[in-house]
C-alpha cells in the first residue's frame, strides 16, 4: 500500500509539474465576443489576463500571428495590453452553419519566446434575415385529397445559427389550409400544410398564400414566399428515396465534372405523377459553386476546386419532386479526404540583423515558423539547414524554430551569410520548400593594425634636405570603417638626447616618414624610431614597429694630414744620410679621412719633387723611399709635394710639403748656417740696439752670452720624437676614427727632430727604424747619447760660428 501511494503521488506531482511547464509556454487563453464588432473595438486585456509587464511587451515584440494564410483578425495594443479587433468578423462567412465558430489566433512574445494560443469564439448576431430558394412555391394537389392530408413545403435558410435562425413559420390566413411546423433531425424548423377543408376544382383551379418564416433573434427576423396551388387530379404517392442520408467520401482536387454521389428515388405513380426531378434544397453560394445535381439523374458532380484545408466536411439537402408536386428530402454527407497538396511554408517572424561578430554561441539570431495546410502525416514538418554555416535551427515551440549560432563569427572571414531553410513534410510523396535569409555580420573591432613587416630598414644619405622621405610604414586593419582606419604616429624616445621628433616626422595618414633636419654620418650614422599604428575603433586597438635608419657617409671631407704638420709658416725638415741605399726609408706622410669605406681610402702621390727619380713613395702606406742610392751629385736640398686623395665619388685631396736634407751632419749645410748666421746677427743687433740704449749695455750683453752658454750645456734638444707613434695630439682631429689601411703607419720608426727657435726649418736625423712592431711607451721619447753630444759640440765651438746655431738649436 505505502509503495503503491508513493507511485501515486509521484504520478500526480509529476503530472502537475507538466502542467505547469505547459502553462508557461502553452497558455491557452478564450475570448468570447459577438461577430461584426468595429474595428478597433477591445476584445480583452491580454497583459492582464496571462500577467504580462505590460512595458516590455513593445521590447518582446509582442505580436499576433496567425496559422497558414488566415486573417489575422485581431491585434494587440503593446501600449496597454489591450486584444483588438483588426479585421470584419462575419460568423457566417467564417463558420457557416456551424454550432461553434472558433478563431485560432498566436500571441508570440520574444526574449525570451513564449506561444500563448489564444481562442476567439464569435457569437452570432441576428444579422440575417430567413429567405427561401425560390421565389415561388409551387404545389399541386389534387381535389381528392382527404382532409389533413400533408404537404411538405420547402424550408427556409437563416446564415445565423441557434436562436437566431429560423423558429418559426406563418401562413396567411385562408379556408383550405392549416401550418404544421415540425423540427427535423438537425434541429431546423419546417413546415408542412395540412389541408383543412377539401379542394374543388371545378370552384377553384389555384390558391395564392403567404408563407413566412420568423427566427428567433432580438429584434426577430422575417422572409416570406408565396405558395401557388394548383388544384389537379388525385396524386397520392410521393418520391421516396433509396437512402435517408448519403455518405460519400472525396479526395481534395479531385477533377471537374468527377461524379461525388448519385441520390436515388422512386415514385409508385404512373406516368407524370411518377416522373421524378431532383433539386438541391437551400444551398449556400459556395456550395453552389462546387457541385451541381443533374435534375434528371440525380448524380452530384465537381463543378469547383474541393480544398481540404477550406473545408472538410459538406452537406447538401435533395429534394426529389414528381410530376404533381409531391416531394421528399434526403442528406448527402460529402467527407473531404487530405491530400499531401501543399508544400510547408516557412516565415521569418524575427531576424536580428545585423548580427554583431563577437556574439556568443548559442545567441538566438531570429524565429522561424513553419507551418503545412495538410493534415495528419501530411502536415507534419522536419526543417533542415544547409551545410558550412555556422547557425542551427532548434525546436522551439509547436511550428516554431530558434535560429542560433554554432561557432564563433569571423566578419573579417565572413561578412554575409545566404542561409537556405528548408521544410520537408512527411507526406507520400513528400513535398518540400525553401527560404533564404541574408544575414549580416556587423564588425567588432576585434583586429588590431598588422604592419607588413616586422623590422624596417630605411637608409638615408647625409647632407639630405630637410622634408626628405625616409621610408613608408604600412599597416592593415582587416577591421571595416573606422575600426579599420589607421592612423600612423612616433612613440616618444630620444636620440642623442634630444627627442626623436627632431629628427623625423611622419605623416599620420599615408605612413611616409619624413626627415626634419640634415643628417651627419660623422656625427650620428644610426637611430630607431618606434612608429604606433592606431586604428579609430571604440576601443582603439594598436601595435608597433621599429625602422632603422642607417645613415649612408658621403664623400664631403677632404683627407686631413697629421704629418707633416700643414698649418702654419714652420716646415719640418728631415736627413737623409748620405750613405742610404735605395729602398730606404727616409720618412712618410700620415693622414686621415672623417668619412668612412672607400671614402676613406687614401691614396699618395708624389705630385712634384726637386729630383723625380730619387725618392718615391708608397700608395697606400704614405712611406716615403730612396728609388736608387745617393750620390755626390744628388742635391742636398730635396722639396716633395705629396698630394693625399680619397677614393670617393668625386675625389677630394690635400697636399704637404715634406723637406728633406741630404747631409750626415748639420754643419756641412752652410746654407743653414747662413740663415741661422743671419737670423742671429738680427737678434744681436737687436741686442746692440738695446745696450747702447742702456746704460750698461756691454755688461748686459756679456751676462746674457753666459747665461745663453750655460742654458745651452744644460738644455737637450727641443723636439727629438718618434715619428711612428709620439704624432702630436693636436695634429689629430676631434672626431678621428681610424680607417684600416689609410692614414697609419705599417711599421714603426725613430727620429730625431731638430727645429729652428723660429720653427720655420726642420731637421730630422734619420736614426733607425723599428720593424718589430710598436715601440714601448718609455722609448719614444728617448734621445741618443751621440746627437746631445754633438749638440754640446757646437754649443762650445767659435762665437763667431757658435751664436747663430745656439740661438738655432736652443
Same mark, same amino acid.
Given at each position: 500500500?505505502?509503495?503503491?501511494?508513493?507511485?501515486?503521488?509521484?504520478?500526480?506531482?509529476?503530472?502537475?509539474?507538466?502542467?505547469?511547464?505547459?502553462?508557461?509556454?502553452?497558455?491557452?487563453?478564450?475570448?468570447?465576443?459577438?461577430?461584426?464588432?468595429?474595428?478597433?473595438?477591445?476584445?480583452?486585456?491580454?497583459?492582464?489576463?496571462?500577467?504580462?509587464?505590460?512595458?516590455?511587451?513593445?521590447?518582446?515584440?509582442?505580436?499576433?500571428?496567425?496559422?497558414?494564410?488566415?486573417?489575422?483578425?485581431?491585434?494587440?495594443?503593446?501600449?496597454?495590453?489591450?486584444?483588438?479587433?483588426?479585421?470584419?468578423?462575419?460568423?457566417?462567412?467564417?463558420?457557416?452553419?456551424?454550432?461553434?465558430?472558433?478563431? /485560432?489566433?498566436?500571441?508570440?512574445?520574444?526574449?525570451?519566446?513564449?506561444?500563448?494560443?489564444?481562442?476567439?469564439?464569435?457569437?452570432?448576431?441576428?444579422?440575417?434575415?430567413?429567405?427561401?430558394?425560390?421565389?415561388?412555391?409551387?404545389?399541386?394537389?389534387?381535389?381528392?385529397?382527404?382532409?389533413?392530408?400533408?404537404?411538405?413545403?420547402?424550408?427556409?435558410?437563416?446564415?445565423?445559427?441557434?436562436?437566431?435562425?429560423?423558429?418559426?413559420?406563418?401562413?396567411?390566413?385562408?379556408?383550405?389550409?392549416?401550418?404544421?411546423?415540425?423540427?427535423?433531425?438537425?434541429?431546423?424548423?419546417?413546415?408542412?400544410?395540412?389541408?383543412? /377543408?377539401?379542394?374543388?376544382?371545378?370552384?377553384?383551379?389555384?390558391?395564392?398564400?403567404?408563407?413566412?418564416?420568423?427566427?428567433?433573434?432580438?429584434?426577430?427576423?422575417?422572409?416570406?414566399?408565396?405558395?401557388?396551388?394548383?388544384?389537379?387530379?388525385?396524386?397520392?404517392?410521393?418520391?421516396?428515396?433509396?437512402?435517408?442520408?448519403?455518405?460519400?467520401?472525396?479526395?481534395?482536387?479531385?477533377?471537374?465534372?468527377?461524379?461525388?454521389?448519385?441520390?436515388?428515388?422512386?415514385?409508385?405513380?404512373?406516368?407524370?405523377?411518377?416522373?421524378?426531378?431532383?433539386?438541391?434544397?437551400?444551398?449556400?453560394?459556395?456550395?453552389?459553386?462546387?457541385?451541381?445535381?443533374?435534375?434528371?439523374?440525380?448524380?452530384?458532380?465537381?463543378?469547383?476546386?474541393?480544398?481540404?484545408?477550406?473545408?472538410?466536411?459538406?452537406?447538401?439537402?435533395?429534394?426529389?419532386?414528381?410530376?404533381?408536386?409531391?416531394?421528399?428530402?434526403?442528406?448527402?454527407?460529402?467527407?473531404?479526404?487530405?491530400?499531401?497538396?501543399?508544400?510547408?511554408?516557412?516565415?521569418?517572424?524575427?531576424?536580428?540583423?545585423?548580427?554583431?561578430?563577437?556574439?556568443?554561441?548559442?545567441?538566438? @539570431?531570429?524565429?522561424?515558423?513553419?507551418?503545412?495546410?495538410?493534415?495528419?502525416?501530411?502536415?507534419?514538418?522536419?526543417?533542415?539547414?544547409?551545410?558550412? $554555416? +555556422?547557425? /542551427?535551427? @532548434?525546436?522551439?515551440?509547436?511550428?516554431?524554430?530558434?535560429?542560433?549560432?554554432?561557432?564563433?563569427?569571423?566578419?573579417?572571414?565572413?561578412?554575409?551569410?545566404?542561409?537556405?531553410?528548408?521544410?520537408?513534410?512527411?507526406?507520400?510523396?513528400?513535398?518540400?520548400?525553401?527560404?533564404?535569409?541574408?544575414?549580416? $555580420?556587423?564588425?567588432?573591432?576585434?583586429?588590431?593594425?598588422?604592419?607588413?613587416?616586422?623590422?624596417?630598414?630605411?637608409?638615408?644619405?647625409?647632407?639630405?634636405? +630637410?622634408?626628405?622621405?625616409?621610408?613608408?610604414?604600412?599597416?592593415?586593419?582587416?577591421?571595416?570603417?573606422?575600426?579599420?582606419?589607421?592612423?600612423?604616429?612616433?612613440?616618444?624616445?630620444?636620440?642623442?638626447?634630444?627627442?626623436?621628433?627632431?629628427?623625423?616626422?611622419?605623416?599620420?595618414?599615408?605612413?611616409?616618414?619624413?626627415?626634419?633636419?640634415?643628417?651627419?654620418?660623422?656625427?650620428?650614422?644610426?637611430?630607431?624610431?618606434?612608429?604606433?599604428?592606431?586604428?579609430?575603433?571604440? +576601443?582603439?586597438?594598436?601595435?608597433?614597429?621599429?625602422?632603422?635608419?642607417?645613415?649612408?657617409?658621403?664623400?664631403?671631407?677632404?683627407?686631413?694630414?697629421?704629418?707633416?704638420?700643414?698649418?702654419?709658416?714652420?716646415?719640418?725638415?728631415?736627413?737623409?744620410?748620405?750613405?742610404?741605399?735605395?729602398?730606404?726609408?727616409?720618412?712618410?706622410?700620415?693622414?686621415?679621412?672623417?668619412?668612412?669605406?672607400?671614402?676613406?681610402?687614401?691614396?699618395?702621390?708624389?705630385?712634384?719633387?726637386?729630383?723625380?727619380?730619387?725618392?718615391?713613395?708608397?700608395?697606400?702606406?704614405?712611406?716615403?723611399?730612396?728609388?736608387?742610392?745617393?750620390?755626390?751629385?744628388?742635391?742636398?736640398?730635396?722639396?716633395?709635394?705629396?698630394?693625399?686623395?680619397?677614393?670617393?665619388?668625386?675625389?677630394?685631396?690635400?697636399?704637404?710639403?715634406?723637406?728633406?736634407?741630404?747631409?750626415?751632419?748639420?754643419?756641412?749645410?752652410?746654407?743653414? /748656417?747662413?740663415?741661422?748666421?743671419?737670423?742671429?746677427?738680427?737678434?744681436?743687433?737687436?741686442?746692440?740696439?738695446?745696450?747702447?740704449?742702456?746704460?750698461?749695455?756691454?755688461?748686459?750683453?756679456?751676462?746674457?752670452?753666459?747665461?745663453?752658454?750655460?742654458?745651452?750645456?744644460?738644455?737637450?734638444?727641443?723636439?727629438?720624437?718618434?715619428?711612428?707613434?709620439?704624432?702630436?695630439?693636436?695634429?689629430?682631429?676631434?672626431?678621428?676614427?681610424?680607417?684600416?689601411?689609410?692614414?697609419?703607419?705599417?711599421?714603426?720608426?725613430?727620429?730625431?727632430?731638430?727645429?729652428?727657435?723660429?720653427?720655420?726649418?726642420?731637421?730630422?736625423?734619420?736614426?733607425?727604424?723599428?720593424?718589430?712592431?710598436?715601440?714601448?711607451?718609455?722609448?719614444?721619447?728617448?734621445?741618443?747619447?751621440?746627437?746631445?753630444?754633438?749638440?754640446?759640440?757646437?754649443?762650445?765651438?767659435?762665437?763667431?760660428?757658435?751664436?747663430?746655431?745656439?740661438?738655432?738649436?736652443?
Amino acid at each position: 500500500m505505502d509503495c503503491k501511494g508513493f507511485s501515486l503521488t509521484a504520478l500526480l506531482t509529476a503530472f502537475c509539474f507538466f502542467v505547469v511547464m505547459a502553462d508557461t509556454v502553452y497558455t491557452d487563453l478564450s475570448y468570447s465576443f459577438p461577430e461584426e464588432m468595429k474595428r478597433g473595438s477591445v476584445i480583452g486585456n491580454i497583459a492582464k489576463d496571462l500577467g504580462l509587464d505590460v512595458n516590455r511587451l513593445s521590447a518582446r515584440k509582442a505580436r499576433i500571428d496567425t496559422e497558414g494564410n488566415r486573417k489575422r483578425y485581431c491585434d494587440i495594443n503593446v501600449n496597454t495590453g489591450e486584444l483588438t479587433v483588426a479585421e470584419r468578423i462575419d460568423r457566417e462567412g467564417l463558420c457557416g452553419k456551424k454550432a461553434s465558430c472558433v478563431i /485560432k489566433q498566436q500571441l508570440v512574445l520574444e526574449n525570451p519566446l513564449e506561444l500563448h494560443h489564444i481562442s476567439l469564439q464569435v457569437q452570432d448576431i441576428n444579422d440575417n434575415s430567413p429567405k427561401f430558394e425560390e421565389d415561388a412555391i409551387k404545389k399541386d394537389i389534387s381535389e381528392s385529397a382527404d382532409k389533413g392530408a400533408r404537404f411538405l413545403l420547402e424550408e427556409a435558410s437563416d446564415a445565423d445559427i441557434g436562436q437566431n435562425s429560423v423558429q418559426s413559420y406563418t401562413l396567411q390566413i385562408n379556408e383550405h389550409f392549416v401550418l404544421a411546423v415540425n423540427t427535423n433531425s438537425d434541429g431546423g424548423k419546417y413546415s408542412e400544410l395540412i389541408l383543412d /377543408k377539401e379542394l374543388d376544382r371545378e370552384r377553384q383551379q389555384e390558391l395564392t398564400l403567404i408563407l413566412t418564416a420568423v427566427d428567433g433573434g432580438t429584434p426577430p427576423r422575417s422572409g416570406t414566399v408565396a405558395i401557388h396551388v394548383t388544384v389537379l387530379d388525385a396524386n397520392d404517392n410521393a418520391p421516396v428515396f433509396s437512402q435517408p442520408v448519403y455518405k460519400v467520401s472525396l479526395p481534395e482536387n479531385t477533377p471537374l465534372e468527377s461524379v461525388v454521389v448519385t441520390v436515388s428515388a422512386t415514385d409508385a405513380d404512373e406516368d407524370q405523377n411518377g416522373e421524378i426531378t431532383y433539386v438541391l434544397g437551400h444551398i449556400s453560394e459556395e456550395d453552389k459553386r462546387l457541385f451541381a445535381l443533374n435534375r434528371k439523374t440525380g448524380a452530384i458532380t465537381v463543378t469547383g476546386q474541393i480544398d481540404y484545408e477550406d473545408e472538410s466536411t459538406y452537406e447538401l439537402r435533395v429534394l426529389a419532386r414528381d410530376g404533381p408536386g409531391l416531394t421528399s428530402y434526403s442528406k448527402v454527407i460529402i467527407e473531404i479526404m487530405d491530400v499531401n497538396d501543399n508544400a510547408p511554408s516557412i516565415a521569418l517572424k524575427s531576424l536580428n540583423n545585423p548580427v554583431p561578430e563577437n556574439v556568443q554561441t548559442g545567441t538566438e @539570431v531570429g524565429i522561424i515558423n513553419v507551418q503545412d495546410r495538410d493534415s495528419g502525416n501530411n502536415g507534419q514538418v522536419h526543417c533542415s539547414l544547409q551545410q558550412n $554555416v +555556422p547557425f /542551427k535551427l @532548434v525546436p522551439s515551440i509547436k511550428n516554431y524554430y530558434s535560429l542560433v549560432t554554432t561557432g564563433e563569427l569571423d566578419r573579417e572571414l565572413v561578412s554575409d551569410y545566404n542561409i537556405t531553410i528548408t521544410a520537408t513534410d512527411e507526406g507520400s510523396p513528400p513535398l518540400s520548400s525553401s527560404k533564404t535569409i541574408h544575414l549580416s $555580420v556587423a564588425d567588432v573591432n576585434d583586429n588590431p593594425p598588422v604592419f607588413e613587416e616586422q623590422i624596417y630598414s630605411a637608409h638615408v644619405k647625409e647632407n639630405n634636405k +630637410p622634408g626628405s622621405s625616409v621610408c613608408t610604414v604600412a599597416a592593415t586593419d582587416p577591421d571595416w570603417r573606422q575600426n579599420g582606419t589607421v592612423v600612423y604616429s612616433l612613440l616618444p624616445s630620444d636620440v642623442s638626447g634630444a627627442p626623436v621628433s627632431s629628427f623625423v616626422s611622419i605623416n599620420g595618414d599615408t605612413g611616409v616618414i619624413h626627415a626634419v633636419r640634415s643628417f651627419d654620418y660623422e656625427q650620428l650614422k644610426s637611430f630607431k624610431v618606434l612608429v604606433l599604428a592606431r586604428d579609430n575603433g571604440s +576601443p582603439p586597438l594598436s601595435s608597433n614597429v621599429t625602422v632603422s635608419v642607417f645613415i649612408s657617409d658621403e664623400n664631403d671631407n677632404s683627407p686631413q694630414i697629421l704629418y707633416p704638420s700643414p698649418e702654419g709658416n714652420s716646415f719640418m725638415t728631415e736627413m737623409v744620410p748620405k750613405a742610404a741605399q735605395s729602398g730606404s726609408l727616409v720618412s712618410k706622410v700620415i693622414a686621415v679621412d672623417a668619412d668612412s669605406g672607400q671614402n676613406a681610402w687614401l691614396s699618395y702621390h708624389i705630385v712634384k719633387a726637386t729630383d723625380p727619380g730619387l725618392f718615391t713613395i708608397g700608395e697606400h702606406s704614405g712611406e716615403i723611399r730612396t728609388q736608387r742610392d745617393i750620390s755626390e751629385s744628388d742635391s742636398t736640398k730635396q722639396n716633395l709635394i705629396v698630394s693625399v686623395k680619397d677614393n670617393g665619388q668625386p675625389s677630394l685631396s690635400a697636399t704637404c710639403a715634406v723637406y728633406l736634407l741630404v747631409s750626415d751632419n748639420l754643419a756641412e749645410i752652410p746654407e743653414l /748656417k747662413d740663415m741661422s748666421y743671419d737670423e742671429s746677427s738680427s737678434k744681436l743687433t737687436f741686442y746692440l740696439i738695446i745696450a747702447l740704449v742702456s746704460v750698461s749695455t756691454f755688461f748686459l750683453t756679456f751676462i746674457i752670452v753666459i747665461l745663453a752658454v750655460r742654458f745651452c750645456h744644460r738644455r737637450k734638444p727641443r723636439l727629438l720624437f718618434d715619428g711612428a707613434v709620439a704624432i702630436p695630439s693636436a695634429y689629430l682631429p676631434p672626431n678621428y676614427a681610424e680607417v684600416d689601411g689609410a692614414g697609419t703607419l705599417r711599421s714603426t720608426y725613430n727620429y730625431d727632430a731638430y727645429l729652428t727657435t723660429g720653427s720655420r726649418t726642420s731637421d730630422f736625423k734619420f736614426v733607425t727604424s723599428y720593424n718589430e712592431g710598436t715601440l714601448p711607451a718609455d722609448l719614444t721619447l728617448k734621445k741618443t747619447q751621440t746627437s746631445v753630444d754633438d749638440l754640446e759640440g757646437l754649443c762650445t765651438t767659435n762665437d763667431s760660428q757658435v751664436w747663430p746655431l745656439i740661438f738655432m738649436s736652443c
